[in-house]
């Protein structure tokens, strides 16, 4: 039994530890690909995400944005 206590807490600490990892990585994945945000915008949000990790993570993915536009209004 103490083989598989010591598996669920390694499972679980390494879930702890991926989890914000993959958060982290995607927020800024989607920050530097984003195409609304200005250069300005989008300097400050790598800026956000690298130096405050995971809470720059949620902040950039909790600030409002603009709606997105129907397609064909897009390039009218």
Do not use: K
């Not at 598996?7 to 600490?13: M, T």
């Not at 702890?16 to 920050?31: D, K, R, T």
């Not at 790598?46 to 603009?66: D, H, K, N, T």
């Amino acid at each position: 039994m103490e083989g598989l206590g010591a598996l669920v807490f390694v499972a679980i600490l390494a879930l702890v530890a991926i989890v914000p990892l993959v958060l982290w990585l995607w927020s800024l994945i989607h920050c530097v690909t984003n195409e609304r945000l200005s250069d300005t915008n989008r300097l400050i949000g790598i800026l956000l995400i690298v130096f405050l990790f995971l809470l720059g993570s949620f902040v950039y993915l909790f600030l409002p944005r603009e709606p997105l536009q129907p397609r064909d209004q897009r390039y009218a």
